[in-house]
């Protein structure tokens, strides 16, 4: 399957052939809303009877026991227990420095202001079971949630036929101190989590990949008052290659964003013809081997190479797509990823595949999607807390600092505001 190629496209067609695929859903978000309006009115019921249409069973109970926990911790390769510990160390570790001490300004004599962190009392965490169990998220997710010291931490994955979920899911949450687990997927998960039920306590936040479905139900719920950690779309990578990259390194990056699914969307930058033909050739080679290579292929066939004449095209070109994951495999990476202004998360150099981020590296892999990355920063411990502002004032300050306030405030008509400090300052 060979992704078209461009060569040294003119800057003003790039968003056409850069465009991200779009899966139709006819009237997406009367669907889900209708989904969420029920599940509001009916609760557990709803829920029930969503998961038996849509996952295939019906469950009396949606919460993970402690034995179905234990048996995920007993059952689990003891070498995959240890890759996902790694992982939570990795992850805790960068996510831990992200705090911010509280540093009080003194903006006048007398007048003191600071900032203070605090945690989002309820987050609920979306893990997809789809065609791959992503217990990554659970990592990605469920760390900051928890170095953030977030009250509640909630999860929510649909189990499989027999009503059961992936052990590696289990196991994961559990170390990573989720609270409660239900087995609840879809729009349905994304509505229990924004109304409520009997048995799922309603968030604050919501987090979490998931198929258009749940992304429509995620945006809906920001317009219930519920948080999102942000739009999210299919995955994405570009990478930019020049000379001195591998094509083999390149094609197995590439393949590797095409697995997630048929509308995923990849994209190389090249300098050169010829290194847009070989990572072709280890495309083609690397696909014949893959056990989802039906679904990279059909991802492969809406996306693009571009055969650019220099650096500072392919620059203007990455900030202008704004990829969720940017790898740059050239020579001269760091100097390069300087200059990136809109971009997810950046991999620099010949030896930083997007899969060490995407798993323990330590950097969150829930990432701005479908040209986000402009706007929006990735998930990190920021998205777990809020921050509220303090100030203090003696009475030398208000002396100092109040006249300013009261003229500002007679200027605006707001007289109230301007009385508020005259009577302290009036008082004997």
């Known amino acids: 399957m060979q992704m078209k190629t461009y060569l040294n496209p003119a800057p003003d067609t790039w968003a056409d052939l850069l465009r991200r695929p779009t899966m139709a859903a006819a ?6 809303g209708g989904v ?29 026991s402690e034995a179905e926990i234990a048996e995920a911790r007993a059952t689990l390769a003891p070498e995959l227990k240890a890759a996902i510990q790694l ?37 609920g965490l979306y893990i997809p079971g789809g065609t791959a169990p992503l217990f990554s998220a659970v990592l990605m997710l469920g760390v900051p949630a928890t170095i953030a010291g977030c009250r509640e931490r909630i999860l929510c994955t649909p189990p499989d036929k027999n009503g059961k979920v992936n052990p590696a899911i289990l196991y994961t949450a559990d170390l990573v101190g989720i609270t409660q687990i239900f087995k609840i997927g879809g729009a349905q998960a994304i509505g229990a989590m924004t109304y409520g039920t009997a048995t799922v306590p309603s968030v604050y936040k919501i987090f979490g990949p998931g198929n258009q479905y749940v992304t429509a139900a995620k945006q809906l719920a920001s317009r219930r008052g ?56 280890a495309v083609e080679a690397q696909l014949a081997t893959l056990p989802r290579r039906d679904i990279a292929k059909e991802a492969l066939s809406h996306s693009v190479t571009v055969v650019l004449e220099d650096q500072a095209a392919a620059v203007e070109l990455i900030n202008a797509y704004a990829p969720e994951h940017l ?9 390069m990823g300087e200059q990136i202004l809109n971009a997810g998360s950046v991999f620099l150099g010949h030896y ?3 899969s060490v981020g995407d798993y323990a590296s330590g950097t969150n892999h829930t990432l701005p999607t479908d040209g986000y990355a402009r706007s929006y920063s990735g998930v990190s411990l ?47």
């Not at 309006?37 to 998961?51: C, K, L, M, P, S």
């Not at 290659?241 to 699914?261: I, K």
């Open 27 to 32: 009237d997406l978000d009367k669907i889900v």
């Open 36 to 64: 969420l309006a029920d599940i509001e009115q009916r609760g557990d019921e709803a829920v029930r009877e969503y998961t038996e249409r849509f996952d295939g069973v019906r469950l009396d109970d949606f919460r993970v």
């Open 87 to 123: 992982a939570r160390t990795n992850i805790e570790t960068f996510h831990a420095r992200q705090w911010e001490p509280v540093e009080a300004v003194e903006t006048m004599p007398g007048v003191r202001c600071w900032r203070k962190s605090v945690p989002i009392e309820k987050v």
């Open 226 to 281: 519920v948080a999102i950690d942000m739009p999210a779309g299919p995955s994405e990578v570009l990478v930019c290659a020049d000379d001195t990259a591998n094509p083999a390194f390149v094609a197995a990056d590439l393949l590797s964003q095409a697995e997630h699914g048929i509308d995923s969307q990849v994209v190389l930058v090249t300098l050169s013809e010829t290194m847009a033909q070989a990572v072709a050739e």
């Open 327 to 335: 790898i740059l495999s050239v020579a001269d990476a760091g100097e």
């Open 352 to 354: 930083t595949p997007e």
């Open 382 to 428: 920021d998205s777990f807390i809020k921050k509220i502002t303090f100030q203090e004032l003696s009475r030398e300050g208000l002396q100092g600092l109040g006249p300013a306030v009261q003229r500002m405030a007679e200027a605006e008509e707001l007289m109230a505001h301007a009385r508020a400090v005259a009577v302290r300052l009036e008082e004997k």
